[in-house]
């Protein structure tokens, strides 16, 4: 299969070609058409061994896509992409997987949390661009002093990402593609840079970004599904109770939420027979989103009819009372419900 010829945005570094620090790999490079991204994505559920931290990169047409790991549960993905580096919805990463599947190819490696934290933030967070002299390489280690850097520098050459983190313009720690083994940080960049492959110049670029301090869990497709039909359940019973107003309410409630404070609810009610909308949100921003739209709901329908609060949050989320217990979804409202 021919090699995309899409490069990294702002830079000639070609996405096809970008290879992330990596430990144990489990799948090696291989099409995307021999793999079962089902299995894959349950591979925990049916093996301890599969409960590791790491990621699953894929090279697609246009973009490489990569989905991390924690203990073996998929917890986010992000993308680069010609247009620039983003932080995909699961949801949308899951389709674009399948979509490609016979022009893609993918490499399914363990990793330390801590780098696939440092991998999530050059997607997230603001980036700047570093300036170096490939010829000199250990320029770059000089600039990083001068500027008392503090945070994490990603070095991109022939391909191979490394992660090198710094407190005041020192090195204190990385992670590393090849290992570096015992080679101090700045014999490994003047051994990364001597040896282009065959015919080949150095191709090379370097941003720096904020050290995070873990890596966020964003919310599945299918608790983001959960979230939808506890939506309207509850919008359906509190129909029954006011019959030909709380409907037109919830609606209303929503949009109004949506423009003033939360967007995340106009993706949560959107209607049953519409595709959900691909979403980034964190479980627990969904769960802030869904209480606040309860709260106003319900609180207006208790004013008509007293007693429907309660009454509503007990028949619409009976089933689902679990999940929302341990996202603390009943704590954020006025009302205790019984069961």
């Not at 609180?299 to 009454?311: C, F, N, R, S």
């Amino acid at each position: 299969m021919r090699a995309s010829s899409a490069l990294l945005h702002e830079t000639a570094v070609r996405l096809a070609d970008l290879e992330f620090p990596r430990g144990v790999v489990h799948i090696h490079r291989t099409r995307l058409a021999f793999l079962h991204l089902e299995n894959i994505l349950h591979y925990s559920k049916i093996d301890r061994d599969g409960r590791f931290d790491g990621y699953l990169a894929a090279y697609l047409p246009h973009e490489a896509l990569v989905l991390l790991f924690t203990q073996g549960e998929l917890v986010n993905a992000i993308g680069f992409t010609e247009a620039g580096r983003i932080v995909e919805p699961i949801a949308r990463a899951l389709t674009r997987f399948q979509e490609e599947f016979e022009r893609g190819e993918a490499v399914y490696c363990a990793a330390p949390r801590e780098q696939l934290a440092w991998m999530y933030q050059s997607c997230s967070a603001s980036i700047d661009r570093l300036d170096f002299e490939v010829q000199r390489p250990l320029s770059l280690f000089h600039h990083i002093e001068q500027r008392h850097l503090t945070g994490v520098v990603e070095l991109i050459a022939h391909g191979r990402v490394n992660y090198l983190r710094f407190g005041k313009g020192r090195f204190i720690d990385g992670y590393f593609r090849p290992a570096r083994d015992t080679l101090s940080p700045q014999e490994f960049v003047q051994r990364l840079f001597a040896a282009p492959p065959a015919g080949q110049r150095v191709v090379a670029a370097a941003f720096a970004f904020p050290a995070p301090v873990a890596l966020p869990v964003q919310a599945s497709p299918s608790l983001v599904e959960t979230y939808r039909d506890v939506f309207w359940r509850i919008a359906e019973v509190a129909e029954r109770e006011v019959p030909g107003d709380a409907l037109k309410r919830a609606v209303r409630v929503r949009d109004a939420l949506a423009k003033a404070s939360q967007p995340l609810i106009e993706s949560i009610g959107t209607p049953r027979e519409s595709p959900p909308v691909p979403m980034v949100a964190t479980p627990a921003e969904l769960t802030v989103a869904l209480a606040d739209w309860s709260h106003q709901l319900l609180e207006q329908l208790d004013v008509i009819a007293p007693g429907t609060a309660v009454a509503v949050l007990r028949d619409a989320t009976r089933e689902q009372r679990f999940v929302l217990q341990k996202a603390g979804f009943y704590g954020r409202l006025p009302w205790t419900v019984t069961w």
